[in-house]
């Protein structure tokens, strides 16, 4: 059993706890920091960040793995069974114009029938490339944003009561209804960037009491990575598959210039994503404070 002497110390010798005499003559025990608990949880956190990478680095080589199987058998037999056949098709049966029309139809409409919309980008990006593919696509997003927009505001009560079954993710929506015309566009681009399913949103939105034009102007804002990411990748599918088809190989610079592009929209996903992830975090936790 380890007990204080008189000056404090215990009978181990180990200098843990000092008795100290107030001016009253009462008496009361002065603890001292311990320096091998804060070495020891130190350690554990170096360890479990030392962890965390070797993890992280792992799951990456791994995917680099799955990329590399990909594009050395799956990539080649989809351009040759899919891709090609597909840009025949066009290329026979519709004119640019024609094309021109499907492309803003179906970016137009398909949200509102809760159809993703990134195959029509892509054959924007194949055919007209970053230009006019650009205006193409943000012309027909306008409509294909408002649209549930104005539907969803029929159904505005029905979807609040869907929205009190997922708490969590109707306080991370409703943070874009608060505050003022710069808040609510800043919270709405921060949606669009992040991994939130934007085609759910384009009806929820309504629900959070948003403006149309912050939610407008805010959406087309934070749709720009997203169609340039899309117009991107179609022009690397033409790419890859008028080599495919012709039987020849890619040059060294156009070898270099698309796996830099490549690693370029990788990262620019990457970084909008975490980015608008971590921005969201922080409104949600003002708008909780503002609440209490």
Known sequence: MTYLDEDGINVDGDHTKDVMRNHGGGEYVKLRWDPQSEATITTERKGSRIWYWVKSGLCFLCLGCVALLAAKWVGPLF??????????????????????????????????LVMPSSPSMWVAGMTFGYCFGFLLIITAAAIGVSLPFLIGSIFHHKIEEWLEKY???ASLLRCAGGGNWFHQFRAVALIR????????????????????????IGSLVGMVPEIFVSIYTGILIKTLANARHHHHTLSAPEIILNV??????VGTIIFFTVYAKRKLKELQKVDDLLLK
């Open 79 to 112: 351009l040759e069974k899919a891709i090609i056949p597909m840009i025949n098709w066009e290329t026979n049966r519709f004119t640019s114009p024609e094309l021109a029309v499907l492309v803003f139809a179906s970016v137009a409409l398909f949200p509102t």
């Open 167 to 169: 708490p969590k993710k």
């Open 193 to 216: 960037v992040s991994p939130f399913p934007y085609i759910l949103y384009n009806y929820c939105a309504v629900a959070t009491r948003v403006k149309y034009w912050p939610y407008l």
């Open 260 to 265: 830099v592009g490549f690693c370029v929209t």
